[in-house]
């Protein structure tokens, strides 16, 4: 009777993909354990330092407690989440006066240009440095091309680029999976501004929101809040370094 199993990759950095899975009803008895010990000796065998697991804490509750006691350390999540049109316009319509105060407060010398117009060697920049870096959560995102973002909008304010949305809109589901605001642009209501141009380009033509976010965007995460919108997925990366020679595993700092 299978009661249990495990799967992992090399990578030929490190040993990835680890996946464990045992049997509800033989938990809690060592299993999972024991599977891990087979992935510790195949590190060592392939020569890497390092083993990475990637969950879903949103369907895999039992994981996280379960790696850390293993020794193993959080590295990062991407929350994906989504919301009907219908439910997103009445959140704006209460937040009316927010979405107005970033148009106000946004500088006469801005504009808003779609990413064709937009400084291109910044925009990649800024998404490699917030957004892309999770992207090794292998199995979990879909790799975004930019020049398919042919929904998205920047804001400029002279030459200097204040932030930018990417966007896709497929079948009457616009895919965001990058909103993010320059350092020295934050605290000016400027990413409302983008979303409620967006928004009026887009007006009649959405019926659903998908986007995503890593756990430092704080500001994306109150989209959790508004009604009717739901989590469909929290992909999360653990890590453990393995002293190569040596039984024991150290969890990475």
Not at 32 to 42: A, I, R
Not at 59 to 72: K, N, V, Y
Not at 101 to 112: D, E, H, I, K, Q
Request: charged share 25%; aromatic share 8%; net charge positive.
């Amino acid at each position: 009777k299978v009661v249990g199993a495990v799967s992992y990759r090399d990578d030929g950095a490190a040993v990835g993909g680890v996946r464990v899975h045992v049997v509800p009803a033989y938990r809690r008895n060592g299993i999972g354990s024991l599977l891990l010990q087979v992935v510790y000796q195949e590190t060592e065998r392939f020569g890497r330092n390092r083993i990475l697991a990637d969950v879903d804490l949103h369907t895999e509750p039992d994981a996280e407690p379960f790696l850390t006691s293993q020794g193993f350390g959080k590295y990062g999540t991407i929350t994906f989440a989504e919301i009907g049109i219908d439910d997103l316009r009445s959140s704006m319509a209460a937040g009316r006066d927010l979405l107005q105060s970033g148009l106000t407060n946004v500088p006469s010398a801005a504009r808003f240009v779609g990413l064709s117009e937009a400084p291109m060697p910044e925009i990649t920049r800024l998404y490699a440095e917030h957004i892309a870096h999770m992207e090794s959560l292998a199995g979990w995102r879909q790799t975004f091309n930019i020049d398919r973002a042919t929904h998205s909008i920047a804001l400029l304010v002279g030459d200097k680029l204040a932030g930018f949305v990417l966007a896709r809109l497929d079948a009457g589901v616009l895919h965001i999976p990058a909103w993010v605001i320059t350092p020295e642009f934050r605290g000016h209501h400027i990413g409302f501004a983008l979303l409620s141009r967006l928004a009026e380009r887009l007006r009649g033509k959405v019926e659903r929101l998908r986007f995503e976010f890593t756990d430092a965007a704080f500001v994306t995460a109150r989209m959790l809040n508004v009604p009717g919108c739901q989590v469909t997925k929290i992909a999360a990366r653990f890590g453990r370094v393995v002293q190569i020679g040596r039984a024991s595993c150290r969890e990475r700092v």
